[in-house]
């Protein structure tokens, strides 16, 4: 069985910082990426930045760019995300996912596991 558990959200002023934090655990067989996707109230889930099991490949969701940082530990089963210059319409409940492939991918059904979420809320 395969456990995400996702941590570092809370509330934020505008212009703050956070950094999430997710760790998997469990049986996964294959060299996986990392992503991180979002959802807010009322709106569909949505791709945040991705990572592959290399690290040498990225992928941002534009409006992040310049702005979040995706990384990854050298045991590749943490994966982070820096929040700098946070927005309000960054808030959202954040979602971390195993990849079915290796390669960083922006799609969901390009992934195999979610964890459960965490909340972000950035106040203007």
């Known amino acids: 069985q395969v456990q995400l558990v996702e941590s570092g959200g809370g509330l934020v002023q505008a212009g703050g910082s956070l950094r999430l934090s997710c760790v998997a655990s469990g049986d996964i067989t294959w060299s996986y990426s990392m992503g991180w996707f979002r959802q807010a109230p009322g709106k569909e889930r949505e791709f945040v930045a991705s990572?592959?099991?290399?690290?040498?490949?990225?992928k941002y969701k534009n409006s992040v760019k310049g702005r979040f940082t995706i990384s990854r530990d050298g045991a590749r089963n943490t994966v982070r995300l820096q929040m700098d210059s946070l927005k309000p319409e960054d808030t959202a409940v954040y979602f971390c996912a195993v990849g079915a492939y290796s390669d960083a991918r922006e799609f969901s059904y390009n992934y195999a596991y979610w964890g459960q979420g965490t909340q972000v809320t950035v106040s203007s």
């Open positions: 990572i592959s099991w290399d690290t040498n490949s990225v």
